[in-house]
Every structure is written in structure tokens, then in C-alpha cells.
């Protein structure tokens, strides 16, 4: 049996989120009048009222996409164009970060590429966050838009998105951020946050892959990716999955409900993986070191002396699931953009945990670690000999 320490990847979908998915999928299009599709619309309607009430908004900010890729990018593109209406000729200034995930940066240099937007894009600080003050600095009189993760897919690292929202309360510049790894963990409240819009995607926080969250506060000007059938106000059209919105609002509703046991326990496990690992010879910890400076569920260490994909294959032959240096890796991966921009060397390795993660989870990986790392190093290429018991 694999131990799966891949959480910020995906982790599996909650029991109650599995069951609204199944409960859901099956019923009309929630825009007919007829009675089975008002009965759809009931049930995505709901799911809007579960997620504005986890995230702090109203449920007519929130805008169900295929996933938190769609909702950077609704975002990015649909603020830049919607300024370039609104001043035709103009290039709008958008300010990102290095450390952005591509669903934010690609979007940003793809607009810039086509001439759409000029574009600053932050450096990291060696541990990953941003300076709230850096992203100030480079805002302009033409910046329409700000995009800063609240905290890093691969390292972990969170930025005072709060303090980057509060500065520029006063300035007509969006504030955006994507919010996926940071929500299982840390509270996220758009209001008390003071942002524009927000990105979250379902299957990392215990929902199905493919449905994510747009929240687009009411007035923010935005232009859609998606022209059809002008569901949701017109800003994302396609027809509503009521399967996938349900799972993703039932799966959200928990995750606020549990946070508070879940973050302690998950800070337990995470605190005993770390020790055990940076215990072993040649194993450096990236990312924040104050630990209220990443979340509880991102060890991202960097290991010496050991080839990336020699690594990824013992692992995987010793049913270890975690995100390595490998070619093919993704999290960790050697040729990171995150990893580079913040000068991290070695092989890399993230290990997160998720919801359903377990001391046997732990237990298992420092074991396998262990054994594999010296291994390694010693050259030798024969499969993992630690035996699984589960
Ligand atoms: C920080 C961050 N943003 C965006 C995404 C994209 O999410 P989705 O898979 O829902 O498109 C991911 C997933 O890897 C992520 O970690």
C-alpha cells in the first residue's frame, strides 16, 4: 500500500464531499424551470452559500469554475481587459510575483507578450515570501492589478496578503490572490482580507478535481474568459455542474469546520516528519524558518548528494507518494521556477500532508527516507528493502 504524502497535488475527496458528487450528478440542468432542474439549482445555490460563508463574501461574489487554473486566469485576463475597454490604448500596469503559480504568471506574461499589459513581477525573499513592501514599490499610477499567492505550493510560504490589500484600499488597483494551498490551514476571509478577487481549487481541500472558486467582489470590473449561455451573471458561462459545485461547497463548509482540530494535528505530524528528516545527514530545510511563516502542511527540504531521479524511483519503488526533483515531478521539481528564484540547491523533495493524514503517514516516510537517502548515496541502485505494514 502507498503512503501518500503528495497533498498539495491533490488529496483524496472527503466522504461528504464523494456523496454530494454522487447525489448531484444525476439531475437536470440546474437552468431549466422545470421542477428536476429547480431542484439542481437548489443544491448549487446552496453550495454558493457554502462557500461565500467559508470565505467571508456573499454568495453572488462567488463564481463556480473548473478549477483554481480557470480562476487565476478569469482573474488576470478578465481585470487587465476589463481596464482596456475602460481606457482603450492604454496598457495597464500588473504587478505578480516570481513565485506565483503558472496559473497566475503565465496568464500575466502572456498579456504582457501581447502587448495587453506592461508587467512587474516581484522577486521572493530566500525563504519564499514576498515583501509586502517590494510589491508596494513597484505599484504605478497605471497598475490596475495586484496578484499575490497567500501562500507558496511548493515551500509553503505565506505573504501578509491582509497588509498588501490594506495599502492599497484607497487606490483603484485590484488586489487578487490565490488562495488554494493556504485554505485548508489558515483561516481566509475576503472581507477581513480586504481583497478583490480570490482563486481556490476543490481537490485540495477535499473536493473532486475540475471545480474550483472565482470570488470576484461585486463592481470589480472583469471580462469573461467564456461567452455562451451567460450563466453567472454572464461572467463565466457553461452549464452549472451541480455535482461538482456541491462536492466543492459541502468539502469547503468542512474544511472551516474542522480547521481548527485539523491544523494542530496536522502541525503535530508535520513538526515529527521534519525533525526526523533534518536529523539526517545533508537535508536542509527551504522555505520559511518561523514556523507561523508556513503552513503546517508543506516539508520542503533539500537533500545533498543524491541524483533527483535515482530519488523519485526508489521512492516510488518503496510506495513512498511524495513530490521529487524528478524530470517528471511536479512541486518539487529540480527545474523549478520557484526553487531557482530562490537559489535553492540540491535535490529537492516536498512531502504535504493532507486531511487525511496519519502518525502511520509520518512513521512511513522517515522509515523509507531513512533507509533510501544513505542508500542513494552509497550508489546503491537495488529496490528499497524497508517492508510496509498496513
Ligand atoms: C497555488 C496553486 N494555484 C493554482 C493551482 C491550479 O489548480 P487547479 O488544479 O484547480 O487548476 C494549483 C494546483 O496545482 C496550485 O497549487
Same mark, same amino acid.
Given at each position: ?20 458528487? +454522487? ?14 432542474? +429547480? ?15 467559508? =470565505? $467571508? ?14 480562476? /487565476? ?45 506592461? &508587467?512587474? !513581477? ?40 491582509? #497588509?498588501? #490589500? ?14 488554494? +494551498? ?45 461567452? $455562451?449561455?451567460? +450563466? ?8 452549472? *455542474?451541480? $455535482?461538482? /459545485? ?5 468539502? &469547503? ?23 526526523? =528528516? ?24 533539500? !537533500? @545533498? ?12 519503488? *518503496? ?7 524528478? #524530470? ?32 502511520? @503517514? ?6 523509507? &527516507?531513512?533507509?533510501? !537517502? ?17
Amino acid at each position: 500500500m502507498t503512503t501518500y504524502l503528495d497533498h498539495a497535488a491533490t488529496t483524496p475527496p472527503r466522504p461528504a464531499a464523494r456523496a454530494a458528487l +454522487q447525489r448531484w450528478l444525476d439531475v437536470a440542468n440546474p437552468s431549466s424551470t422545470h421542477l428536476p432542474g +429547480q431542484a439542481a439549482r437548489v443544491a448549487v445555490e446552496q453550495a454558493r452559500d457554502q462557500v461565500a460563508s467559508a =470565505l $467571508g463574501c456573499s454568495p453572488h461574489e462567488v463564481v463556480f469554475t473548473a478549477g483554481a487554473t480557470e480562476a /487565476d486566469n478569469l482573474a488576470v485576463k478578465g481585470i487587465v481587459w476589463a481596464a482596456n475597454q475602460h481606457r482603450p490604448g492604454g496598457r495597464p500596469h500588473l504587478v505578480t510575483t516570481a513565485v506565483e503559480h503558472p496559473a497566475v504568471l503565465d496568464p500575466a506574461r502572456w498579456l504582457a507578450e501581447r502587448g495587453e499589459a506592461t &508587467l512587474s !513581477i516581484v522577486p521572493a525573499g530566500a525563504d519564499g515570501r514576498v515583501d509586502p513592501e517590494a510589491v508596494l514599490a513597484a505599484v504605478r499610477a497605471d497598475t490596475v492589478l495586484v496578484s499575490v499567492m497567500a501562500a507558496n505550493n511548493e515551500l509553503g510560504a505565506v505573504n501578509d496578503v491582509p #497588509a498588501i #490589500a490594506a495599502a492599497l484600499a484607497e487606490r483603484e488597483v485590484a488586489v487578487h490572490t490565490d488562495a488554494v +494551498q493556504a485554505v485548508l490551514t489558515r483561516e481566509v476571509d475576503v472581507g477581513d482580507w480586504g481583497v478583490d478577487a480570490l482563486a481556490l481549487s476543490a481537490h485540495k481541500l477535499g473536493g473532486p478535481a475540475g471545480v474550483g472558486v472565482a470570488v470576484l467582489r461585486r463592481g470589480l470590473p472583469v471580462v469573461p474568459l467564456l461567452h $455562451g449561455g451567460g +450563466q453567472d451573471r454572464g461572467v463565466r458561462s457553461g452549464t452549472l *455542474a451541480a $455535482g461538482l /459545485d456541491a462536492a466543492c461547497g459541502v468539502a &469547503l463548509e468542512q474544511t472551516v469546520a474542522e480547521r481548527s482540530v485539523l491544523t494542530p494535528r496536522l502541525r503535530d505530524l508535520s513538526d515529527r516528519l521534519a525533525a526526523g =528528516l533534518l536529523a539526517l545527514d545533508g537535508v536542509q530545510r527551504n522555505g520559511p524558518a518561523d514556523p507561523t511563516a508556513r503552513l503546517v502542511t508543506h516539508l520542503h527540504v533539500s !537533500i @545533498d548528494g543524491v541524483d533527483a531521479d535515482a530519488l523519485a524511483v526508489a521512492l516510488d519503488r *518503496a510506495g513512498l507518494a511524495a513530490s521529487s526533483g524528478s #524530470a517528471c515531478g511536479s512541486g518539487a521539481a529540480a527545474s523549478s521556477h520557484v526553487l531557482a528564484s530562490i537559489g535553492a540547491r540540491g535535490t529537492p523533495l516536498r512531502l504535504s500532508l493532507g486531511w487525511p493524514s496519519m502518525d502511520q @503517514d509520518v512513521d512511513r516516510a522517515l522509515q523509507v &527516507l531513512g533507509e533510501v !537517502i544513505p542508500r542513494l548515496r552509497r550508489g546503491v541502485v537495488r529496490p528499497a528493502t524497508v517492508r510496509v505494514e498496513h
